[in-house]
T-cell receptor, first 115, second 114 residues
Framework: EAQVTQNPRYLITVTGKKLTVTCSQNMNHEYMSWYRQDPGLGLRQIYYSMNVEVTDKGDVPEGYKVSRKEKRNFPLILESPSPNQTSLYFC??????????????FGSGTRLTVV | EDKVVQSPLSLVVHEGDTVTLNCSYE??????LLWYKQEKKAPTFLFMLTSSGIEKKSGRLSSILDKKELFSILNITATQTGDSAVYLCAKILLSRRQTGDMRFGAGTRLTVKP
């Protein structure tokens, strides 16, 4: 089944403790992206990647890192999480978005709470 | 700025009603507009609109884009309780680097009562 898999689904952590949220897709998509969703603000892009070893900042990159060493994986790293990073996170992927026809495929989401 | 504005923010209707959800956007770097439905999980793709005036339909849902007036609408006829969800509108940008990024609106929360 074609899908984007995120782990974990839920995570509660403490301020300053490094964490990684994994994202993997099995569709050979070139483009991958991370979003956070907060009430009243919709989905905001954190980072995106056009292909292996190519990453770039989205609208709200502060406090986050990403890497794209392999085409299928795009982990989101919070080096020193803070309470304002409490949010619902989504990973998404697509073929080259310039040739997009059917929208992005989203993962199931990771609900992160930083206390 | 690449704003996408959805209205209303929330809407409560009864089964059988017809609803119209609105999405307006700024013209800069516009490529396409997408509609998603989000229940208690990941957004699921509904429509992608690139050309003005061409209606896309899927069952009781339909959508159309007006590139002159910079808006799109999503219509749902004969609503059912299963239509209750947040509906997201997103604009695909065509940046100088051809990245095709999306900008989302805040969403419209639709509640359909029995």
């Amino acid at each position: 089944e074609a899908q984007v898999t995120q782990n974990p689904r839920y995570l509660i952590t403490v301020t300053g403790k490094k964490l990684t949220v994994t994202c993997s897709q099995n569709m050979n998509h070139e483009y991958m992206s991370w979003y956070r969703q907060d009430p009243g603000l919709g989905l905001r892009q954190i980072y995106y990647s056009m292909n292996v070893e190519v990453t770039d900042k989205g609208d709200v990159p502060e406090g986050y890192k990403v890497s794209r060493k392999e085409k299928r994986n795009f982990p989101l790293i919070l080096e020193s999480p803070s309470p304002n990073q409490t949010s619902l996170y989504f990973c998404a992927s697509s073929p080259n978005p310039v040739r997009l026809r059917y929208g992005y495929t989203f993962g199931s989401g990771t609900r992160l709470t930083v206390v | 700025e690449d704003k996408v504005v959805q209205s209303p923010l929330s809407l409560v209707v009864h089964e059988g009603d017809t609803v119209t959800l609105n999405c307006s956007y700024e013209v800069t770097n516009f490529r396409s507009l997408l509609w998603y439905k989000q229940e208690k999980k990941a957004p699921t793709f509904l429509f992608m609109l690139t050309s003005s005036g061409i209606e896309k339909k899927s069952g009781r849902l339909s959508s159309i884009l007006d590139k002159k007036e910079l808006f799109s609408i999503l219509n749902i006829t004969a609503t059912q309780t299963g239509d209750s969800a947040v509906y997201l509108c997103a604009k695909i940008l065509l940046s100088r680097r051809q990245t095709g990024d999306m900008r989302f609106g805040a969403g419209t929360r639709l509640t359909v009562k029995p």
